[in-house]
């Protein structure tokens, strides 16, 4: 009796499994208790501001598990709302055209420049005639003709400002804009996802069975922030020879003896049959198990009462159809 406790301890602290003992009507083999645990993550990097649970809190899924500092991301929030509004703005001014004011302020620009090219051409006109007569000099007439030429200038400058605040925008210009406001919506929303993801939430329920931070600290996208275990259903995984595998099918019922509940079975199913062989895991006892071929059975165990406990040794009865039948 001593030594098979001593193995189970052995076998607990190995975390596996041994081979399994074929009855008639039973295939028992011994593991330890096992649970799926969660490591929940920071999706962002900043402080932690608040860490909401403590080791062994209850948790539902999307209950907020901490809550990490996002004051930059609000900044950075208005300034992309703000893009958007401009964005915007600058589309329906591309749709919907120029303003009259802008129109007549264009007109009166082109009227003014006609005038003055008027006056500049009269003016050249009237020193080439006095420099023929040489009432005037060659540079009264040179910088008469110079005035000329920049007003003639300007006409052309007005006139294809009035041309362009008359006509529409190009298609090709309001699609640049149409792009530029997406593009601002989309930095917007990023922005918003970001802040949305500082909230570290619960993706389904179960145990706190570890905090890896605590309020203050810095995480970086990726961290653990704290585990989460389903203990309302445990596991037990054994292996299994190959004379035995073949008289285990899925949803076998077992009995699951603990030794910290004696006299106690725990009911039990077969919820996964290893498809293919392994050698048995190296850290068990003897030599001649470890190159053993074995597969692996997985026995899950209701917990609703959260007496198993992960790492709890087990031996788990497989009752199965007798040998012949």
């Known amino acids: 009796m001593r030594s098979r406790s001593v193995a189970l301890v052995l076998v607990a602290l190995s975390g596996l499994a041994c081979a399994g003992r074929s009855e008639k009507n039973a295939i028992t083999a011994s593991g330890t208790i096992e649970a799926i645990e969660v490591n929940v993550a920071s999706k962002v990097a900043g402080q932690i501001l608040t860490l909401a649970v403590e080791e062994g809190a209850r948790v539902r899924p999307g209950d907020v598990l901490a809550t990490i500092d996002h004051a930059t991301a609000d900044i950075q929030l208005r300034q992309a709302e703000a893009g958007i509004d401009l964005a915007r703005a600058q589309l329906a001014l591309l749709r919907n055209g120029s303003r009259r004011?802008?129109?007549?302020?264009?007109?009166?620009?082109?009227?003014?420049?006609?005038?003055?090219?008027?006056?500049?051409?009269?003016?050249?006109?009237?020193?080439?005639?006095?420099?023929?007569?040489?009432?005037?000099?060659?540079?009264?007439?040179?910088?008469?003709?110079?005035?000329?030429?920049?007003?003639?200038?300007?006409?052309?400058?007005?006139?294809?400002?009035?041309?362009?605040?008359?006509?529409?925008?190009?298609?090709?210009?309001?699609?640049?804009?149409?792009?530029?406001?997406?593009?601002?919506?989309?930095?917007?929303?990023?922005?918003?996802?970001?802040?949305?993801?500082?909230?570290?939430?619960?993706?389904?329920?179960?145990?706190?069975?570890?905090?890896?931070?605590?309020?203050?600290?810095?995480?970086?996208?990726?961290?653990?922030?704290?585990?989460?275990?389903?203990?309302?259903?445990?596991?037990?995984?054994?292996?299994?020879?190959?004379?035995?595998?073949?008289?285990?099918?899925?949803?076998?019922?077992?009995?699951?003896?603990?030794?910290?509940f004696p006299g106690r079975p725990f009911p039990g199913r077969v919820t996964y049959i290893s498809p293919e062989a392994e050698f048995t895991p190296k850290n068990v006892q003897t030599k001649e198990d470890r190159v053993k071929l074995v597969f692996g059975v997985k026995v899950e165990i209701e917990n609703k009462e959260g007496l198993l406990k992960p790492g709890l040794p087990a031996d788990a009865a497989i009752r199965v159809v007798p040998e012949g039948r």
């Open 101 to 260: 004011e802008d129109i007549q302020q264009a007109e009166a620009a082109l009227k003014q420049t006609e005038a003055s090219l008027q006056l500049a051409a009269e003016d050249a006109r009237r020193m080439r005639e006095l420099f023929r007569t040489a009432s005037v000099t060659a540079k009264s007439r040179d910088d008469a003709e110079a005035r000329l030429t920049i007003a003639e200038a300007q006409r052309v400058s007005a006139t294809e400002a009035l041309s362009k605040v008359r006509q529409l925008a190009r298609p090709e210009e309001i699609q640049a804009a149409e792009a530029r406001l997406a593009q601002a919506e989309a930095a917007r929303d990023l922005l918003a996802k970001s802040i949305a993801d500082c909230a570290v939430l619960a993706p389904a329920g179960g145990i706190v069975t570890h905090k890896a931070v605590e309020a203050g600290e810095l995480v970086s996208p990726g961290a653990t922030v704290v585990t989460l275990a389903e203990l309302d259903s445990v596991y037990v995984m054994i292996y299994l020879a190959e004379r035995e595998i073949g008289r285990v099918r899925l949803g076998d019922t077992a009995d699951v003896e603990i030794d910290a």
